[in-house]
């Protein structure tokens, strides 16, 4: 992060308004992960000689607080960009930043550098509801500036990503366009060719039998819904977990593999129930939700995503492939698109035959994913109205209520109500266990709910010993390569940081981010927490330079995907580099991560205060005593309030403390 004398850091920068979040963050993904055809690298560009793929896009994560000045870090990333590009539509036209963005990139000298994209509106209308293009972007300017055009019925969504592409590489956009339709192609005759390789993760007997259980449960409410095909859906589901092959058990001592059973259900799924598209539709849906539990999340997604092709007219059956599609979607990290589902399935529970369990299910959805997104109070309505129609349904209705429960306890706990998030966590635990018994999942999430809050009251020993036993529980359970494992070794591991224990941390983190990027993939947004956690470790064990490397990739991925802590990544980043003797970097670090603290963490006093301390600690090794000791003295009080000696961060800061030598 602060090697090289090239001025040109980024290909691009992306100027937008907030309320168009979700299209620059596709944008970022899609520009920094197209593939520069082989022929074209090499050539020399804007951004220096072309590589394999486009150099990093600058994305400021929302607009600046009004009444200040353009950020010091978006000043810093407008300068080191080759290009601007301005995501248009009447959100940006109106935005005071975004036409700030233009007139400093003008004011450098690179008006013929700007690539626009339009989103939404008109691109030169005088009606100010609809004009798309910012006033910035025409002042001064010879003629209408040309843009991609994102717009249903224009360019579309590919077709502009190409032609923004096309001038960012200088090559003519219709040489882009058959290059990309002859790779789509050849990806389609890859898919085809590799659609027959399974994969087998071995659990235990038990859990098969529960899951057979479970399908036979459903197998039979889906009869009883459609009668003319009872005996076909019960045929279809007790051939999943028939054995007729010996070779398949040969006695006693075999084990038959939950994931062999519902694979053989999705090959069934291919070939059964050919006149019945609902059941076919509602049976696809239970076996992606058997994957999810499982912890196959993609094969989950594949499933759920195939029985879309079953035409059928079943409303209850529409908001059931919704609601999994979208539940999915969250396991993968994909919350705009699952937002987007669970509210085309709110948009269905008028149908008939939707039962309250399906409407709160929906409901208690959407309340989670806005939970995630800041909105506490609008989370808490939905969340409370799907309670109520769970606890009106009785004993029937008890495990979604411990759901909805674990839903408001995390709501709690995001906006620092600990004891309320306590007794609601306890509350639902309590359900659980009578439920479904102390090996159920949930069970384990509650636990570890309950060890979040022990962790933040300050008692590392205690969320060590529940994370500890929920980990030999889960591994037992759910076997050793179910993504929630990955979460947990995550947790137990910055119990482990944070007692200075960096040793025993850091097999657990790798443990960690093999398991989870496996199901969940590489861009999964809480691998944030995962890669900056190892960072500390190597930067704790002598490893400076790989906790760099470490520590950019995690900021890296904390812009792409909004993540909260990048604030905090970016302070530890930064004591990284001060200690190993970059501190010009270590500031410029800590320039980028106040912003993003006093945005996201302005509850949080010890967090604005650590990033002090270390700036004062840069400034003392950097030959600047005094100024740094000052800083060092103002923070202190916030940093022992919450991390006392002994600790991780309440050690640092006490070295922070001690004479320069």
């Known amino acids: 992060m602060h090697g090289g004398g090239c001025t040109i850091r980024y290909s691009a920068f992306i100027s937008y308004n907030h309320r168009d979040r979700n299209w620059a963050v596709w944008l970022h993904r899609a520009l920094e992960r197209y593939s520069i055809p082989p022929r074209l690298r090499g050539r020399d560009s804007p951004f220096g000689p072309l590589g394999k793929r486009l150099p990093p896009v600058f994305r400021d994560r929302d607009e600046l607080a009004s009444g200040a000045d353009l950020a010091a870090a978006v000043r810093q990333g407008l300068e080191d960009a080759a290009f601007l590009i301005v995501i248009c539509s009447p959100n940006g036209a109106r935005s005071r930043w975004v036409n700030e963005e233009i007139r400093a990139f003008i004011a450098m000298g690179r008006r013929d550098r700007i690539r626009l994209i339009i989103i939404g509106g008109e691109p030169m209308s005088d009606d100010p509801e609809l004009a798309a293009l910012p006033p910035a972007i025409l002042e001064g300017a010879e003629s209408e500036p040309l843009a991609a055009d994102a717009r249903p019925g224009q360019d ?18 219709d040489e882009l366009r058959q290059r990309e339709a002859a790779r789509r192609q050849r990806r389609l005759a890859i898919i085809a060719g590799a659609s027959t390789v399974g994969f087998v993760v071995t659990t235990g007997l038990a859990i098969a039998a529960v899951i057979a259980r479970s399908q036979a449960e459903e197998a039979r409410r889906i009869a009883e819904q459609r009668t003319m095909t009872a005996e076909r859906t019960l045929s279809f589901v007790k051939g999943m977990f028939r054995v007729s092959d010996p070779s398949i058990a040969q006695g006693e001592g075999e084990k038959i593999t939950a994931r062999e059973v519902v694979d053989r259900g999705a090959r069934m799924l291919e070939t059964g129930l050919e006149k019945e598209p609902a059941a076919r539709a509602d ?19 594949s499933i759920v995503s195939t029985t879309f092709r079953f035409r059928h007219g079943e409303g209850d059956v529409h908001v059931r492939q919704l609601s999994t599609l979208a539940e999915t979607q969250v396991l993968l990290g994909d919350y705009a698109l699952a937002a987007k589902n669970f509210r085309r399935a709110q948009a269905l529970l008028g149908s008939p035959r939707v039962t309250p369990a399906l409407r709160s299910r929906v409901l208690a959805g959407l309340g989670q994913l806005q939970s995630q997104e800041g909105d506490a109070k609008g989370a808490e309505v939905l969340l409370r109205e799907a309670l109520a129609v769970d606890r009106s349904l009785g004993a029937e209705g008890r495990a979604d209520v411990a759901r909805d429960l674990e839903a408001l306890g995390t709501n709690a706990f995001r906006v620092k109500d600990y004891s309320l998030a306590r007794k609601l966590a306890a509350e639902a635990l309590a359900i659980r266990l009578a439920v479904e018994g102390e090996n159920s999942p949930s069970v384990a999430d509650n636990r570890n709910t309950l060890a979040s809050i022990a962790y933040l009251s300050g008692d590392l020993k205690g969320a060590e010993a529940i ?125 980028a991560a106040a912003p993003a603290i006093a945005r996201d963490h302005a509850g949080t006093p010890w967090r604005g205060g650590w990033l002090e301390n270390v700036r004062g600690a840069c400034l003392v090794k950097g030959g600047q005593p005094g100024e740094g000791k000052a800083m060092i003295a103002r923070s202190r009080a916030a940093v022992f309030q919450r991390w006392p000696a002994g600790t991780y961060i309440g050690s640092a800061a006490l070295a922070h403390e001690a004479p320069v030598p």
């Open 156 to 173: 579309g969504k590919q077709g502009a990503k190409l032609k923004l592409l096309a001038g960012l590489l200088g090559v003519p956009f």
């Open 283 to 301: 049976l696809g849906v239970t076996l992606a939700e058997v994957y999810n539990a499982l912890g196959l999340y993609q094969r989950g997604y």
């Open 467 to 591: 994370y500890r036993a929920n980990l030999v529980k889960d591994e037992r359970v759910l076997g050793p390569k179910h993504p929630d494992i990955g979460i947990t070794l995550n947790n137990l591991a910055r119990m482990l940081i944070d007692q200075r224990r960096f040793a025993e941390a850091g097999p657990l983190l790798e443990r960690a981010i093999a398991v989870v990027e496996a199901q969940r993939g590489t861009t999964y947004d809480d691998l944030v927490l995962f890669y900056s956690n190892l960072a500390l470790v190597r930067g704790n064990t002598g490893k400076r330079a790989e906790a760099e490397r470490l520590f950019d990739h995690a900021v890296r991925l904390a812009r792409e995907t909004d993540h909260p802590m990048l604030g905090p990544v970016l302070t530890d980043a930064a004591e990284n580099a001060c200690l190993g003797g970059h501190r010009a970097a270590g500031l410029a670090l800590l320039g």
